[in-house]
């Protein structure tokens, strides 16, 4: 081994044994768990696992919600995050306290904020419906944003694009303020407006962090708990019931340890392949 | 001199080191007599029963000075995930406290320990006459014991707003029948501001966790004359038309008469609130409804009645679900033998009545429970208790290893009903389709 070899195993040498330790091994032992009979102690069973989650008639409908939820909750991140970085941006007063103040849902625990929303959406209590329907009259009677299956969903999405949206701001502000300020200015000699500046400078410059920040937040939500198991619980009916909450319920509740781990690794093989194709995209981008 | 010095320092300190190890070494021989005992529950996290709990502790270390109990509170959502991550670590706690529905399951997954040894080391056959039997159903698992119980806990009692009852003219008791009870809740239910929004509830149904919602409306249905299951309990029997009178009661409540908030928004956090801010009226809760009410709001002292739950138009016979607490062993528990002195521990005079009266829990000790301190207590939440520990039935869907899956099934199916996504009988006949499946298998 030469010295720039023993130095690349000094440096790096710590951080693949912690990454083996503490994203490896629970892997394989849940790999493993995944082909073993439920409760403690059980024997191997095969695919067995895997057969029962897909042929669990509430899969469909568990994919389904995780697909809504994922895209639409992405798509107000985004859309909110990069509105807000482009704001941001700009010089103006206040704007380190706006950045701080804008974060503060991110920086606000996940369980608290959400309990904080279970009383803003409360039907007969909230004061969402106190403002749309006592105050406004936006609508006939009070809307049940909790307990109508079609709500349920759409609260959730708003909750967690309240919360997530912090993440997106922060990468594309970082990504904004590395823009040559010389192109824009190039753009405006030659004519180009704002929205050509947008168009031809600004996305193209944070084409590769949108890609990277855009894949983040979709496993992120994929694998998003709190909100969830807080305000809805998977409810009503399953409406809001999602890999995650299911993969709790099925281990813990129902004590199939076997089988929750089956769509545990299910779900990583499936963001695995998308975060494959992904990455080829990127590069191929990149390139 | 400095030499007979220097010897003196050498000596002295030599002598000091040799102290200081032995110190040490006896200290450890003292620290390795004593057990630390860790006893995990979610009373341990609620206000009256971890002060009861803190002086049974100072009282059973007295009597056992080589153990030290260590209390590990735990929320009431999480008394089953923790448990199952530290067995499944092997660090579980030594004794368990688990509800009358979480023995069987946990059993049957292997993660309780088997107490048949330690019931016959306690005397077997005379040790189990002293406690009520039927409590031993949640805690026998193929013929074997896996905890034992040590209170009878009864969630049915229905608690009602005393001042509510009086302003709607109604008379100082609690409903008997359900007629009665619609009655009574159609009086109280109003819009007092006039602002097309209903602010006065005449109830509040248990309607958004699986586990209060599935208990509570299998209790109205006993209440109604129904069965559960058959003799060899492989088939549900819900689906009769005592059954169907009892959920389209219980969901058109809701649906049809708007007597309650919507209850897929009620769980134990909204109930309470609710019910101490006087914004509902009845409410079927467990003997903690009273000190946690009056702790959200003092207002409410001398304003809360209580009594038994109203009996259904087809019951012949009073009747309860009779439910308990167990404590149980976990697999790989470190000390058994220091576990089970403290269940027992828990099974004398001194525990059952400081529970009795402390958070009206009734003894499952026997002779405790048809003590005249018991039958004729005066507090009113004992003698309502007392009425329905009498008429108790365990309810037998509670013994299935797959419980947690009926729950869950129970508590879809009333929720499709409330939601309108499907009518009454739909609810009951897809109801009883998914639990047959799970029990027969």
Not at chain 2, 12 to 22: E, Q, T, W, Y
Not at chain 2, 303 to 310: D, E, N, R, T
């Amino acid at each position: 081994m030469n010295r720039k070899q023993r130095e690349l195993l000094v440096f790096f040498g710590p951080l693949i044994i912690t990454l083996i330790a503490v994203l490896g091994l629970p892997l394989i032992i849940a790999f493993r768990q995944s082909f073993l009979g439920d409760g403690i102690n059980t024997g191997f069973v095969g695919l067995s696992n895997y057969k029962e989650v897909l042929l669990d008639p509430i899969l469909g409908k568990v994919l389904r919600n995780t697909l809504l939820f994922v895209g639409f909750s992405v798509l107000l991140h985004f859309t909110i995050g990069l509105g807000l970085a482009m704001l941001l941006n700009l010089e103006m007063r206040g704007r380190k306290i706006f950045r701080i103040l804008l974060l503060l849902p991110w920086l606000i625990p996940p369980v608290v904020g959400t309990l904080g929303w279970s009383w803003v959406l409360s039907k007969e209590w909230g004061i969402l419906n106190a403002i749309i329907f006592h105050q406004l009259h936006l609508v006939s009677s009070p809307l049940p944003w909790l307990t109508s299956p079609g709500l349920a969903m759409l609260s959730i999405i708003m909750v967690w694009g309240w919360r997530g949206y912090g993440f997106v701001m922060v990468m594309v502000l970082a990504g904004l303020q590395g823009i040559p300020v010389e192109q824009y200015e190039a753009l405006a000699i030659d004519g180009g407006s704002g929205i050509d500046a947008f168009f031809y400078i600004t996305l193209p410059n944070l084409r590769f962090i949108l890609m990277v920040t855009l894949f983040l937040d979709m496993v992120w939500t994929f694998q998003h708990f709190d909100i969830i198991k807080v305000l809805t619980d998977g409810g009503p009916v399953n409406s809001t019931e999602m890999f995650s909450t299911l993969i709790y319920r099925v281990a813990f509740r129902f004590f199939e340890f076997g089988h929750a781990t089956a769509i545990a690794i299910l779900l990583f093989l499936g963001l695995s392949i998308l975060g494959v194709i992904y990455v080829r995209i990127v590069l191929r981008g990149t390139e | 001199m400095f030499a007979s010095l220097k010897k003196m320092v050498k000596v002295s300190s030599r002598i000091f080191v040799v102290l200081v190890l032995s110190l040490g070494v006896f200290a450890q021989i003292g620290l390795a007599e004593k057990i630390t005992l860790r006893f995990q529950g979610w009373r341990l996290a609620e206000t009256i029963p971890s002060r009861i709990y803190e002086e049974l502790r100072l009282d059973f270390e007295k009597i056992n000075p080589e153990i030290t109990l260590k209390f590990e509170p735990v929320p009431y959502d999480d008394r089953l995930v923790k448990p199952q991550s530290q067995i499944a670590g092997g660090a579980p706690p030594d004794v368990l406290m688990m509800t009358e529905a979480d023995v069987i399951p946990f059993a049957s997954q292997g993660l309780l320990m088997n107490l048949d040894s330690l019931y016959e080391r306690e005397g077997g056959k005379e040790f189990t006459g002293k406690l009520l039997e039927p409590l031993f159903d949640f805690d026998l698992y193929k013929g074997s014991y896996y905890g034992v119980p040590v209170e009878v806990v009864i969630i049915e009692l229905l608690f009602y707003n005393k001042r509510m009852f009086r302003e709607a003219g109604l008379p100082d008791r609690a409903p008997l029948t359900w007629s009665e009870f619609l009655h009574y809740t159609q009086k109280i239910t109003k819009d007092t501001d006039q602002d097309g929004v209903i602010d006065k509830y005449g109830c509040l149904l248990w309607g958004k966790a699986p586990g209060d919602a599935a208990k509570f409306f299998v209790g109205w249905a006993l209440r109604n004359g129904a069965t559960l299951l058959d003799e060899k309990g492989t088939k549900f029997l819900l689906n009769t038309p005592k059954g169907l009178e009892t959920l389209r009661f219980y969901t058109e409540l809701w649906t049809q008469h708007k007597v309650t908030p919507d209850p897929i928004d009620l769980d134990f956090p909204a109930i309470g609130r609710l019910y101490a801010q006087g914004i509902g009226a009845m409410v079927q809760h467990g003997p903690w409804c009273k000190p946690l009410t009056l702790e959200a709001n003092p207002d409410m002292e001398g304003q809360i009645g209580v009594g038994a739950s109203p009996l259904g138009p087809s019951a012949k016979t009073n009747v309860a679900q009779l439910l308990g607490m167990s404590m149980s062993i976990p697999r790989g528990a470190k000390h058994v033998d220091a576990a089970w002195k403290w269940i027992t521990f828990l099974l004398e005079d001194k525990a059952q009545m400081e529970f009795a009266f402390g958070i009206n829990f009734f003894p499952s000790v026997k002779r405790l429970l048809k003590s005249p301190r018991i039958t004729e207590a005066e507090d009113l939440i004992m003698r309502a208790g007392f009425d329905m520990v009498l008429n108790g039935q365990v309810n037998q869907i509670l013994l299935n290893p797959q419980y947690p899956k009926i729950e869950r099934a129970i508590w879809e199916e009333l929720q499709s009903a409330w939601l309108e996504q499907k009518s009454p009988e739909k609810a009951l006949s897809d109801m009883t389709a998914r639990i047959d499946k799970l029990i027969g298998s």
